[in-house]
Every structure is written in C-alpha cells, then in structure tokens.
C-alpha cells in the first residue's frame, strides 16, 4: 500500500486563504427584484401581443347567429326526412288500398295459389 503524505480532509493550500463569500442581505434582495422586473417585463409583453391579436380580430359570438350554409343544411336534411315520411306514408295508404282490393274481389291469403315459395338451397362451406 501507498502512504498518502497529505490527508484528504482539510483545507488544501490552494484555497487556504479564501473563504466562503457571502451576499449581504441588499445585494440578494436587489438580485431579486431585477429578477422579477424581468419576468414582469416578459409576461406583460405576452399580454400585449394577445391584446394586439384580438383587437385585429374581433372575436364572433358563434351561437348567436348559425352560418348560412349550416342553416341550409339543416333545411335540406329537414325535406329529406319529409320526403321520406311522406314516401312511407304513401306505401302503407297503397298497401292498405291493395288489402282492400282483394277483401272486395273475394281473395284471400298474401298471395295467390299458383305462387311457388322462393326456397333458396344453400351452400354449406367448411375450412380444412
């Protein structure tokens, strides 16, 4: 083993005549306060920026007043689901009047007797 001549802990020569070197109390409040008028300065020139966007464009109340192609739209789709009742109606009124038809003519059943059934053969698949 090595003997080591200096000790580890301890002051070395090099710093032997500094010491450690304190702020007075102004000096760290000053410090401080720059600091602060720093970050004041930034965060205020932020809002000003914003200030500036929103005075260039004024902002629009969205709810107050519907775009007109959204108005149309929504006319639009409001005749579709008229037609479309109106379509049903129609069908159900000439389904009724057919019904009729037949109780008049003396037929009865869904359909007539020489119909054939529509039977369809499936076919089966299997995977090996």
């Known amino acids: 083993m090595v003997k080591q001549s200096k000790p580890l802990t301890g002051a070395t020569p090099r710093?032997?005549?500094k010491g450690k070197r304190f702020l007075d109390n102004d000096a760290a409040l000053d410090l401080a306060a720059a600091i602060a008028d720093a970050q004041?300065?930034?965060s205020l020139?932020?809002?000003e920026k914003h200030r500036q966007v929103q005075a260039v464009h004024p902002r629009v109340d969205q709810k107050s007043k519907p775009s007109s192609s959204k108005l149309?739209?929504?006319q639009t789709k409001a005749r579709l689901v008229a037609q479309r009742t109106q379509v049903r109606k129609e069908?159900?009124?000439r389904r009724k009047q057919h019904s009729?038809?037949?109780a008049a003519n003396g037929e009865t059943g869904s359909g007539s007797a020489t119909e054939i059934p529509k039977t369809v053969?499936?076919?089966s698949v299997s995977f090996a």
């Open 45 to 47: 020139n932020k809002v």
């Open 91 to 93: 069908k159900t009124k």
């Open 15 to 17: 710093n032997k005549g």
């Open 72 to 74: 149309k739209l929504k």
């Open 121 to 123: 053969a499936r076919k």
């Open 100 to 102: 009729e038809d037949k």
């Open 40 to 42: 004041e300065g930034k």
